[in-house]
């Protein structure tokens, strides 16, 4: 950041008083720059035995599977968020279920949050995001090509837990991935 978003003047990289973390100040009106984490919400849609999934047709991960997820928007709740996704990526609706992973990944900012949900019916399709998407099975799970690690935690905690008969909420911090990952 070099300019003041509200007065148009230079910002400086400092930590300004009362504060502990180095921000973007303005020299000249003061305004603090508080540069936050993004949240990304999704869905975990089921029907019957299956799991809906999509092809990325974007990067990061052009071409791997993932549920459909994406940022949150202001004035949205998390819930809507997961909803409006769904239907952006997927063209699914949903019934959005209970809070089921929140997963930070500090190294980029950002904090994973999914939801369970139940597919109303079983009109999908591709969204513009999206190069396929498909009802899977565990069995089916194309686990290597799974294109975040966020959802594969899910996943794999999903058919753990429907297993179990035992759900909750889970959590996770993800360290940096290994640097042939990336």
């Known amino acids: 950041m070099k300019y003041c978003s509200s007065c148009g003047a230079t910002v400086a990289f400092r930590i300004p008083p009362g504060d502990t973390l ?19 919400v999704g869905a975990l849609p ?8 999509c092809r990325r047709a974007i990067e990061p991960r052009h071409g791997m599977w993932t549920l459909p997820a994406g940022f949150m ?46 597919l109303l019916d079983l009109d999908f399709r591709a969204g513009e995001e999206s190069l396929d998407v498909a ?18 935690i899910s996943l794999r905690h999903f058919f753990d837990d429907r297993r179990s008969g035992h759900w909750g909420v889970h ?12």
Not at 135 to 152: N, V
Not at 171 to 182: D, I, K, M, V, Y
């Open 171 to 182: 959590t996770a911090s993800l360290a940096p991935p290994p640097p042939e990952w990336r």
């Open 73 to 118: 928007e202001n004035d949205e709740t998390t819930a809507q968020a997961a909803a409006r996704e769904t239907l952006e990526e997927a063209c699914a609706r949903i019934e959005v279920g209970d809070l089921y992973t929140l997963i930070d990944v500090p190294h980029i900012s950002q904090v994973h949050i999914v939801y369970r949900a139940r």
């Open 22 to 40: 180095p921000r973007h100040v303005c020299e000249h009106c003061g305004t603090i720059h508080y540069q936050n984490p993004k949240v990304v």
């Open 135 to 152: 009802l899977f099975a565990e069995h089916e799970i194309p686990w290597e090509q799974i294109a975040f690690r966020s959802i594969a």
């Open 46 to 53: 089921v029907w019957e035995d299956k799991v809906l999934l």
